[in-house]
T-cell receptor, first 111, second 112 residues
Framework: KNQVEQSPQSLIILEGKNCTLQ??????????LRWYKQDTGRGPVSLTI?????NTKSNGRYTATLDADTKQSSLHITASQLSDSASYIC??????????FGKGNQVVVIP | KAGVTQTPRYLIKTRGQQVTLSCSPI?????VSWYQQTPGQGLQFLFE???????NKGNFPGRFSGRQFSNSRSEMNVSTLELGDSALYLC???????????FGPGTRLTVL
């Protein structure tokens, strides 16, 4: 079983609308939770990194939340733009430095 | 500061051949990790090198190997290529183990 599960697998949203992506993890012990954005044909780019003591972190129109008790994280995209069309990957790092990757949320923003 | 570079960007090989991919990390970064990415499986960890030593290894067969040089540049090699090896191979560098990772653009390998 994958240690990081993301939902929804894919979604289509209208430009200007908000959306929220979900990530559930089972990594234990837990060190930090990362969100990456990956444009088609490119390598992932880091959006946020949160340790267990942080429950929210923003990067422009991207806001990540973390609930270490329920082992859940979310990534909220505000006022979506066409350039937000990408795959968003959730990554949980364990105490042994191992990284567990989700399969990604595929977001398509349409005008 | 230049980002992570990977060469070549695209590669086409036939079954049974072997291939070597190269990764140059961000200057000052000493850790290099390699990943395989396929549409169905997402990112799969191959191995991580730090100070020329393999520190972590994923669940891939022995056909996949790597090394790191004294300047932190890294190579990975895949021998006896199979059709299923077709994927995007990504390299990521970080200052040290468990650090924030910066990914390269990847090498798209197609095995015919």
């Amino acid at each position: 079983k994958n240690q990081v599960e993301q939902s929804p697998q894919s979604l289509i949203i209208l430009e200007g609308k908000n959306c929220t992506l979900q990530c559930n993890y089972t990594v234990s012990p837990f060190s930090n939770l990362r969100w990456y954005k990956q444009d088609t044909g490119r390598g992932p780019v880091s959006l946020t990194i949160m340790t267990f003591s942080e429950n929210t972190k923003s990067n422009g129109r991207y806001t990540a939340t973390l609930d270490a008790d329920t082992k859940q994280s979310s990534l909220h995209i505000t006022a979506s733009q066409l350039s937000d069309s990408a795959s968003y990957i959730c990554v949980a790092q364990g105490g042994n430095n191992r990284l567990a990757f989700g399969k990604g949320n595929q977001v398509v923003v349409i005008p | 500061k230049a980002g992570v570079t990977q060469t070549p960007r695209y590669l086409i090989k036939t079954r049974g051949q072997q291939v070597t991919l190269s990764c140059s990390p961000i200057s000052g970064h000493r850790s290099v990790s390699w990943y395989q990415q396929t549409p169905g499986q997402g990112l799969q960890f191959l191995f991580e090198y730090f100070s020329e030593t393999q520190r972590n290894k994923g669940n891939f067969p022995g056909r996949f190997s790597g090394r790191q040089f004294s300047n932190s540049r890294s190579e990975m090699n895949v021998s006896t290529l199979e059709l299923g090896d077709s994927a995007l191979y990504l390299c990521a560098s970080s200052l040290g183990l468990a650090g924030e990772q910066f990914f390269g653009p990847g090498t798209r390998l197609t095995v015919l």
